[in-house]
């Protein structure tokens, strides 16, 4: 019983020790390398707090697209336009949407600082109608890491 207790109490202060001299550990600063390295860099501060200093931003310049009334059947497009505003190239990764009737594309390549790009959705209304609201998400290299775009209206079935 007292070798067991001995043998918590010898651990327990043994991992509160700090190394010292030879074999101690370092403290490293991980800043983006380069390559790959700058599209995956985790903004996030060991205390909490953002660092903006090598982040991109996505500014979208519209979110919802309202395309009123369509037939069914029609197909309706939409581009989102966005701007990378910060500092870092930025890179979509994905970009899904709620309902398979509506298909993003989105670009591949990293989209560097202070450049446009944009975003289509389209939107088929075929067996679908009433009103209808879809939503896309992008999945990127920013914080946070996903944004919403939405396209909405109503599809009449009479032509």
């Known amino acids: 019983m007292y070798l067991i207790l001995a043998l ?25 390398k380069g390559g790959m390295a700058d599209l995956v860099y985790n903004p996030m501060r060991p205390d ?17 697209f ?12 939409k581009e989102f336009f966005f701007t ?11 970009a899904s949407s709620t309902c398979g009737c509506t298909v993003p594309e989105w670009p ?12 289509k959705v389209k939107f088929n209304s075929l067996d679908k ?12 290299n920013t914080f946070p890491n996903a944004h919403k775009v939405t396209i909405r209206g109503k599809v009449d079935l009479t032509n």
């Open 108 to 119: 591949k390549t990293p989209i560097p600082p202070d450049s446009t790009a944009s975003i």
């Open 48 to 64: 909490g707090t953002l660092d903006s200093t090598f982040l991109p931003i996505l500014t979208l310049k519209d979110t919802l």
């Open 8 to 32: 918590g109490v010898l651990c327990s202060t043994a991992c509160k020790q700090e190394p010292k001299g030879e074999g101690a550990l370092e403290e490293k600063s991980f800043e983006p």
């Open 129 to 140: 109608a009433g009103d209808q609201t879809k939503e896309v998400t992008i999945f990127a």
């Open 66 to 77: 309202d395309f009123g009334t369509i037939f069914e059947g029609d197909i309706v497009t």
């Open 84 to 94: 990378n505003t910060g500092t870092a190239p930025l890179l979509i990764l994905k």
